[in-house]
């Protein structure tokens, strides 16, 4: 099997949350290192952040954005840049229930012509800040961010992406949640205990 890294996003700042998500307080700790622990048995686990200071007190690799300002296919650009294994576990910071099983599970769907493999719910709704990507797909994603259009929904029209149904990963669809605001930060506290 490819080697995988994995990557977690952390360049928004948490405008509806109000606090940087990245710093929320899960299980005694916060919760990016909540998020690395469980990835760690995948590889090496990096950081993108818009600036190496603001997580320096991490033990983590810090991969700065190259592309700044362009949401998050930046990051996944710049991860994908930096990152020299086949393959790049994307996360975001605000994810509490993903695993490196996730990441496993994503990488067992990875086709050779492949450039990226993204969980889907029943109701169409993708998930490409929970994704396994091809080191390679490295170009067509820049030259997607090079044409203006940041979203990352459309660069994945630009790969050939394989669609995981949410309901083969551990947990299902409970694996995607994300928490963007307080309410639904308390919520999932909630579904945690």
């Not at 393959?87 to 492949?114: H, I, K, N, Y």
């Amino acid at each position: 099997m490819d080697e995988i890294s994995s990557v977690i996003l952390c360049g928004g700042r948490g405008r509806r949350m109000g606090q940087d998500k990245a710093r929320l307080q899960w299980n005694g700790g916060e919760l990016l290192d909540e998020i690395a622990g469980k990835l760690s048995v995948l590889g090496e686990v990096y950081l993108s952040a818009d600036s190496k200071s603001r997580f320096s007190d991490k033990p983590y690799p810090i991969i700065e954005d190259r592309y700044p300002d362009r949401g998050p296919l930046g990051g996944v650009c710049s991860a994908l840049q930096f990152c020299g294994t086949p393959l790049l576990f994307v996360v975001s910071c605000d994810m509490p229930f993903v695993t490196g099983e996730v990441g496993r599970v994503l990488q067992g769907f990875m086709e050779p012509d492949a450039g990226a493999v993204v969980p889907v719910e029943a109701d169409g709704r993708v998930h490409p800040l929970c994704a396994m990507y091809r080191g390679d797909a490295a170009p067509v994603l820049l030259e997607q961010l090079q044409s203006g259009n940041f979203r990352m929904r459309d660069a994945l029209g630009c790969l050939r992406t394989v669609y995981v149904p949410a309901e083969e990963l551990p947990l299902g669809s409970r694996v995607l949640c994300n928490v963007n605001t307080p309410e639904e930060y308390r919520e999932v506290s909630r579904l945690s205990c």
